[in-house]
């Protein structure tokens, strides 16, 4: 254990985030997300959810505030469904660690799996929400 790391954060998976540089994606699926099969790289956290770990990951990763897609999430189908309930936890988690200014792509299903096969890696949760699936675009981080 290290100090001021979250301890639920794999060693692969702390690893994976040192390779990634500037503009490589990260996707974190719920557990009905086809992680395997769209993976370069599969991480499994699979006894926690998704805003857990992305509330972990983000107080060392950096988003890249640069481009309009800084977070992607998977378009619910139905469009008379509403928005996912889970969303605004993802949104709270992001604000605390990244403030404003950073930016929301909603891609349809088909179109987000496409993005999580290009991603440097994937993380699969046992995440039960449904469209709890995120993409991440890592940016820089500056010098104070």
């Not at 107080?59 to 509403?82: C, H, I, N, R």
């Not at 988690?93 to 096969?117: M, N, P, Q, V």
């Amino acid at each position: 254990m290290l100090k001021g790391i979250s301890p639920l954060l794999p060693p692969e998976l702390l690893k994976i985030m040192m390779e990634m540089g500037h503009g490589d994606t990260l996707v974190i699926g719920d557990g009905n997300f086809p992680a395997a099969s769209c993976a370069k790289r599969l991480v499994r956290c699979d006894g926690h959810g998704v805003n857990e770990l992305l509330d972990a990951m983000l107080a060392l990763f950096p988003l890249d505030k640069t481009v309009s897609d800084t977070v992607a999430l998977m378009q619910v189908e139905d469009p008379t469904a509403g928005e996912p309930e889970i969303w605004p936890e993802y949104f709270r988690t992001i604000e605390k660690h990244e403030g404003e200014g950073w930016s929301i792509a909603k891609l349809e299903r088909f179109a987000f799996y496409d993005a999580a096969r290009a991603a440097y890696a994937v993380v699969a949760t046992g995440e039960s929400a449904l469209y709890a699936n995120i993409i991440l675009k890592k940016g820089v981080v500056v010098k104070d």
